[in-house]
Each structure stands twice: as structure tokens, then as C-alpha cells.
């Protein structure tokens, strides 16, 4: 009982102290301070509270993700690396649905998964979603940003332009496609949207285009606990070769942690926990596309409501990965024809008769360790839970393809997903 | 110091039970809560392109 005592007033202690510099504090206070730039304080978590029809929306939005990522593995060339952002897409088609007209807005609904919604439901959602995102943690930045730009003597409906500035915050801007500086003034907007990340999207612009639709997502975050260890290891590619690599590693550390008959998933956590970078690794003798293929929305939301406490040596190497796809066949494939064939009905966009003929997503993902200069503030030990005496951490190597879905914690809306076949 | 510990017993009270707290907690088991530059940076881009049909 004594001891019980001194383990529960030595966990009482360490949260004490943990708190006084961790800074679980709803003040205002910018995340570095006390004069020391490494110190950061963590401003404590809030969920985005939705209402049931949202709630709903946000279930969608994942079986939606997990089906963007089945679609684009089948069609996008050179898979052993897939970096995708299901929400940017969600987002970009959500502003297309608005659009769209008859059989082409219901094909597009169906594929995102929201038939039995109205699309006044799906843009209050989206409105929510760009709103409330950037305030969940103060040391993670996410910017979204929208823009319709139009070429010159091309006119849309002002309801469809009125709809997506309300909704979706977009910009509109009209400019002559045939000129050289309107490609400047794009890669200028990309730029300056994604904190200078997204540099030359556009080397050109056919004036045989009469709109393009651009949606950008940049989001930057720190870990709520950072790795101080890394060394050099063997990473198994999807082919079976062995490449080398750079592994982060904690051991005997507690994170979120299930797993299922074929993969096991554990997750880190960003800042104060809004976001976390959720790890989702083929058990041995389940290839990485066997295991995408079979994961459903369904499935990977067990998995994630599953996810308790629990202690691991886990190894995750550094990666980066930067590419250009073209969506057009994965959105094909997901059951969106009809918008971009000869049949498409934008009519709720503009008098003319458009179709809508490419879709490019670029994406980039860095995830890695920068610097090491910290010093100690002070040190927690973590209490032990009752019913584990001495419990023995499970290895979670990511040393072998694994998937990683970067997500928001109270709605598991997914921002970024991947996968990382080779490094 | 002395307010720092006052904030730290009232945040106790207050909001020891709240599941994140105690989430962020263990995941920080033996690590200092200073941070260093470790960052995560990620940005994507979505252009969609309308012609005329033909």
C-alpha cells in the first residue's frame, strides 16, 4: 500500500512538474518564450465538436481516403512511393460538385462517398474543416487555400464563384491564359500559399484551358516528444532488396498502439496531440499492397479506435518523398467518368459546355530530424498503469513498406497518406 | 518558479483526468519537454484543368 502511495505521489509529482514547464495552459502565450527559442508550450488540445451529419461526413471522408489510396496504387506509375492528401482532393472535388449538374454531380458524390448528402452539408463541413483546423494546436501551422483562375472572356456563373468564395474562402481571378506571366503569377500564388514550399507547379498554360481550379494544403508540425537517437539500418524494400537507411528510434516508450490479423499500427504524436502521424505496418508475410487492398474506411477506423497506450521500441526511418501524379485515372477508377467525358454537365459552373480534362496533384512529405540543440527543462517519468507490471515493449520496426496517414485526432479526417515502399 | 508550481497544481486539479493530458504525458516517458528542430513539413497541391468540349 506504501509503495502504491510513493508510485502514486512520485506520478503526482513528475505530472507536477512535467505541467509547469509543458505549459497545458489556455493562455495565449506564443509557443516559444521565457526568452530560450527551443522551449515550446504546448497549448492544451480541443476537439472540433461536430454535429451528427458531420460526424457522419468525417466517417466518409476516411473510407473515401482509403479508397483514393486502393485507386491511385492501381494507377499511378511508379507506386513503391505514393504521397497523396485525401483532404485536398475531398476538398477540390467538393468545390467541383458545385459545379456539376445532374448525373455528373451525382457520380461525384457517389464517389466521394456522400450520396443522401446535400452538397450545402458537404460545403459546411468543408467551411468548418478549413476554419478550425489551423487553431487545434499552437505549434503545428496548416494553411488551405483555394483559387479559381479564369481565362480571359470565360465567364462562370456567379453562383458557382459566389458558393466557393463563401464556402471554401477561394479566390477568383481572371487572366489571360495565352500570356507567360499569368503562368508566373500561379507558381507566385502556390508560393506564397505554401509558405514558399510549392515553387514552379505550372512550366505552362494551354489558352485551350478555360479554368483551372486549385486547391493547396501546407502543414508543419513538430513532435510532442522529439527523437534524439538515430541510426543507420536495412530497410526491405516492396522488391525485396535491402537498402540502407536512417531509422529515429525510441525504445521502451509508450505510444498509441493495435493491431489486426495483417497490420499493426502505432502512432506518434504532433504537438499536443491535435495531430498524430499514424504508422500502419504489414504484419511479416503481408505485402504492402495485399494489405492495401484489403484495408476498408471501416477497418483502418477500428484499428485507430483501438489504438491504447502501450509501450514500444519502435523504428521509423527518415524519409522524404516529393512527386507530381496525375489523378485523372485513380478519380476514373473511382467511379468519376462522366465529368471528364464528353457527357459532363457543368452547367451550375457556366453557359459553356466544359469538361473538365486533367487533374494533377503534387505533394511533398518530409518527415525527419533537423536539430539536436536542447537542453533539459526537467524530466517526467511516465506513472505505471496498475494491471501492467513490468509489461515488455513490442518492437514496431518500420524497416519493411509501411503506409502513414498523417490525421486530425477528434474527427480521424486524414490530411496526408502514403505509402513508402522504398526509401 | 513559485507560480509556475501554483499553475501546475491547478492544472492538476483541473484537468489531470483529461485523456490527452495524461496521453502527452506518457509519451513523453524519460524525455525532456524541451523541444529541438525536429519538424514535419508537408504541403500538396490540387489543379484542376476545364476545356471546352470538343
Redesign the interface.
Known sequence: MRTTLQQISAA?L?????????G??NNDEPASNNGNE???R?E??ADIALSETEAQLAKQSVDFSIRLLQSANKTIAGNEQI???PL??SM?LSM?NNGAANETQEELMESLGLSGFSVEDVNAFSKRLMLELNDLDNTSTISTANSVWLNEGFTPKKSFTGTLTENFDAEVKVKDFSEAKTVDLINEW?EEK??G??QD??KELSS?????????????????????KTEEGTFTTFQGEQQEASFMHKD?????YSESETFEMAEI??G??AFG?TVLLPKEGVGIDECIERLSGEEWLEAVEAMK?TLLNLKLPKFKVGRTDN?TNALKEMGIVKAFS?N?D?TS?SD????????????????????????????????TSSNEVNPQPIDFHADRPFLYF?KEKSTNVI??MGKIGKI | ?RK??F???A??FS??T?E??I????????????????????????????????
Open positions: 503526482a513528475s505530472i507536477m512538474i512535467g505541467l509547469s514547464f509543458s497545458c495552459s527551443n522551449e515550446v504546448f492544451a488540445r504521397a497523396l492528401s485536398s482532393a477540390a467541383l502556390c505554401t509558405n514550399c510549392i507547379i505550372l485551350e484551358e478555360r479554368m483551372l481550379l486549385i486547391n493547396a494544403l501546407y502543414f508543419k508540425a513538430i513532435w510532442n516528444s522529439p527523437f534524439r521502451e516508450t509508450r505510444f498509441l504524436q504532433y499536443n496531440n502521424f497506450s489523378l464528353k459532363a457543368f459552373l459553356e459546355e466544359l469538361t473538365l480534362s486533367t487533374v494533377l496533384q503534387g505533394n511533398s512529405i518530409s518527415v525527419d530530424e533537423n536539430g539536436t540543440e536542447a537542453a533539459a527543462v526537467t524530466i517526467i517519468t511516465a506513472p498523417i490530411l496526408f | 518558479m509556475s508550481l499553475i501546475a497544481l492544472v492538476l484537468s489531470c483529461n490527452d493530458t496521453s502527452y504525458l506518457l509519451n513523453n516517458n524519460n524525455e525532456t519537454l524541451q523541444q529541438d528542430n525536429t519538424t514535419n513539413q508537408n504541403y500538396q497541391y490540387d489543379i484542376y484543368y476545364f476545356r471546352v468540349k470538343k
